[in-house]
Nanobody, 119 residues
Framework: VQLQASGGGVVQAGGSLRLSCVAS????????VAWYRQAPGKQRESVAG???????DYLESVKGRFTISRDNAKNSVYLQMDSLKPEDKAVYYC??????????????WGQGTLVTVSS
């Protein structure tokens, strides 16, 4: 199984970006998904999470600006980021708990996509 993240880029403060993450390979079912980010010199932090049951949670600093969503038919997860701020600059990673069959679940990371916000 591989997670492929895309959608990063350079945007001005106040702008928007939409990150995508697609799972490929032996995907039986995707359970909980999340987006993390890591800014230079800082630890990786959880930005948004979405359970298989539809419950979402967000880092306090992105609440009201970021929205996590999923399309199970496309094995995809998205992060809509609006009203971006310079402090949102980071490498963003998708993460997912994926069943490769009915019995085995593993946790996977995408390769990261860079988001740069200019002031």
């Amino acid at each position: 199984v591989q997670l492929q993240a895309s959608g990063g880029g350079v945007v001005q403060a106040g702008g928007s970006l939409r990150l995508s993450c697609v799972a490929s390979g032996s995907v039986f079912k995707i359970n909980d998904v999340a987006w993390y980010r890591q800014a230079p010199g800082k630890q990786r932090e959880s930005v948004a999470g979405l359970s298989s049951g539809g419950r979402s949670d967000y880092l306090e600093s992105v609440k009201g600006r970021f929205t996590i969503s999923r399309d199970n038919a496309k094995n995809s997860v998205y992060l809509q980021m609006d009203s971006l701020k310079p402090e949102d600059k980071a490498v963003y990673y998708c993460n997912a708990d994926i069943l490769i069959n009915r019995n085995y679940e593993f946790n996977y990371w995408g390769q990261g996509t860079l988001v740069t916000v200019s002031s």
